[in-house]
């Protein structure tokens, strides 16, 4: 346990033997024992720390973190060497391998032709794995048997080998094995890519895609059952426009050929009535599925903008726990109960607040909903697989995947139209995975004129099927949620509502003092009246006094005491004393207090005031406690 990295026999399928030493370990005695260990074969890769049997301190858990990095930079480099030395070598053997017979064991059995396989000196048979460049990463070898066993230290993911040429027009193919891919090249004379495994179809259908952006790419998946071949090649299609055909019978491509089926009519099925009559088209209603009806469709792409501090998160996480604890209605509008997948990317102790809070306030006590603890790229191969595997572990079928916010989960640039549609496709094979809706919470812009449009590109309004903009609160006003577009139906009419402070029961600040966070709330639309400058000045005056006299509070409102009044006037404003007695008084028509008393804006309490205004005092405390 000296944080290095350990090699061991792991035993993983097409080990070699106990001198065949693919698994790998590095462990940290000091402090709590952590570490990872894993499998370069297998492709297996776990990290680990000690239970103590308590909760872990900051300075243990900043030890773990750092270790952990550490570890992966290790990790890292010596895979990097790894791949190196085996490039090397590979090429070497390769080289030096004869070309196969047809009637090799194996080629015999699969009833397929050598298509440029070659043998090794033993009798194996060997084929090649290259990268998109075109260089050779590793080779797999298979003795008569078929047993298979990649080069020790090869880079496989990624990698793949492709029988055929794109010279003529016409679909790619994409298979699992070599046999398989032998067999459909066999029967179509087309292009076939042996991606080598399942878990592999994902990687090398995105070097493809980016290779052939405009190319038919068909992806001939196994019918295992484990259905781990259907599931890659399904998460492999939604994310770079694939089709997937698949053997009715259990087996692969080759299997299905061996069993006197016809792999031609499984490729080619016939068209399925592409074109139909507008009238009958037309005749079959075809109602809009909704989640919280007028607002949030079924199995649709939507984003919610507001600026920061706007309250988009508290709406958003509304409907979310609305429909993850089976509430009838939002506003008004029916809710259709779902399990919920937010992805949280930033402010998780505020989160956890609003969460309780909202709880406590509506009375619920169990919610479908799962919150991840940090953000990741979501547009990236890892991010969207740590994403869908996490979930798939749960058993679960969301209704709704949130992504909160929009920038926390890009990797690149929101204003790049490629990273745009790097993250436009995870999110259509988020959807299509697991039959749900995604929500993608997202800046304005920052000028008065951006308000009330989504920051970056213009790629992304073009793609949704709902916007919805939240315009932040003003003058003690509610917030206003506005749909900018509906694809499918008519835009909604705005909604109003105002953030009420909840104090969470038992919960407990450093200082002793209750933890408050706020809930949505239904508000009636703002009155249109003609503002009071005079008024609006003096109600900013108190506010200021608040702030500066750390934010008082009297029963939940924020309260300013004559004497912190006082201050602020003299000390602040350069107000002198005598003027700063007459400013407070409440018969002085036209200062401070006597007009924001008249305003009902604050009344007295105890030896200063208290704000009673509703909107004000929300916004007030609401800011007070971080928000």
């Keep these: 346990m000296d944080g290095k990295i350990h090699r061991f026999a792991s035993g993983a399928k097409g080990s070699g033997g106990s001198g065949d ?23 297996v890769e776990v990290t680990w720390r000690a239970d ?57 059995r699969k009833s397929i032709k050598t298509h440029g396989a070659r043998v090794t000196g033993d009798g194996r048979l060997v084929v090649p794995l290259y990268g998109g460049d075109g260089t050779l990463a590793t080779l797999q070898y298979i003795d008569h048997e078929g047993g298979k066993l990649y080069h020790a230290g090869g880079q496989t993911t990624g990698k793949y080998w492709m029988l055929g040429s794109m010279d003529e027009p016409g679909p790619l ?50 019918n295992d059952k484990s259905g781990v071949g259907q599931r890659y090649a399904e998460q492999a299609a939604a994310k770079y426009g694939a089709r997937i055909v698949m053997p009715t019978i259990d087996g692969d491509a080759n299997d299905y050929v061996r069993a006197g089926q016809d792999l031609m009519s499984l490729l080619n099925p016939p068209a399925d009535n592409w074109l139909i009559p507008a009238d009958e088209f037309s005749a079959q209603p075809a ?68 969460v309780a809070a909202w709880k406590h306030h509506h009375g619920v006590s169990r919610l479908e909903m799962w919150l991840s603890k940090d953000g990741c790229d979501l547009n990236t191969p890892t991010g969207y697989s740590l994403t869908v595997d996490q979930i798939r572990l749960l058993n679960l079928k969301p209704g ?40 993608l919470v997202h800046h304005t812009g920052v000028s008065d004129e951006a308000q009330h449009r989504a920051r970056g590109s213009s790629a992304w309004r073009g793609a949704l099927d709902i916007e919805i903009s939240i315009v932040a609160a003003k003058d003690g006003g509610p917030i206003t949620i506005v749909q900018r577009k509906s694809k499918d139906a008519e835009i909604a009419e705005p909604i109003f509502v105002t953030l009420e402070q909840v104090a969470i029961p038992g919960w407990l600040d450093e200082d002793g003092q209750a933890v408050t966070s706020a809930v949505v709330t239904p508000s009636a639309a ?96 609401v800011r007070r406690s971080g928000r």
């Design 21 to 43: 030493k693919a698994g790998w370990y590095l462990a940290f005695g000091d402090g709590v024992p952590a570490g990872r260990f894993g499998c370069w074969r297998s492709g």
């Design 173 to 222: 193919y994409v298979a699992e094995g070599f046999a398989t891919a032998a067999t459909i090249h066999q029967a179509t004379n087309r292009p076939v890519v042996a991606a080598y495994s399942a878990s592999n179809l994902v990687p090398v259908t995105a070097v493809l895609r980016e290779a052939y952006p405009s190319q038919a790419i068909v992806i001939v998946a196994d």
């Design 52 to 108: 103590v049997g308590r909760k872990y301190t900051s300075a243990e858990e900043m030890a773990h973190v750092r270790r952990m990095a550490e570890a992966k930079v290790l990790r890292d480099a010596e895979l990097a060497r790894k791949h190196e030395v085996a490039a090397t070598t590979v090429e070497t053997i390769w080289s030096a391998a004869q070309a196969a017979s047809s009637d090799h064991p194996y080629l015999v």
């Design 287 to 354: 109602p809009i599925s909704w989640l919280v009806k007028k607002w949030l469709q079924a199995q649709a792409l939507v984003m919610v903008h507001g600026p920061s501090g706007g309250g988009k998160t508290f709406v958003v996480l509304d409907w979310c726990l609305k429909m993850a604890s089976g509430s009838p209605e939002w506003c008004g509008f029916k809710v259709r109960p779902t399990s919920v997948v937010y992805l949280a990317g930033e402010g998780h102790h505020g989160l956890r607040g609003r």
């Design 400 to 439: 709704v995947v949130v992504v909160d916010t929009l920038h926390r989960f890009l990797a690149g640039d929101e204003n790049s139209a490629q990273d745009t549609k790097t993250m436009l496709d995870a999110c259509s094979a988020l959807m299509a995975e697991f039959s749900c809706s995604v929500i």
């Design 526 to 621: 703002p009155v249109a009246v003609k503002k009071d400058s005079k008024v609006e000045s003096h109600r900013k005056t108190f506010e200021n006094a608040w702030w500066a006299s750390r934010a008082e509070e009297r029963g939940g409102k924020p309260f300013v005491s004559r004497a912190a009044m006082m201050d602020y006037l003299v000390t602040k404003m350069g107000v002198s004393e005598a003027s700063a007695k007459i400013y407070i008084k409440p018969s002085a028509i036209g200062k401070p207090i006597a007009d924001l008393l008249i305003a009902e804006i604050i009344e007295a309490a105890d030896d200063g005031w208290v704000v009673v205004h509703p909107g004000h005092a929300s916004s007030m405390m």
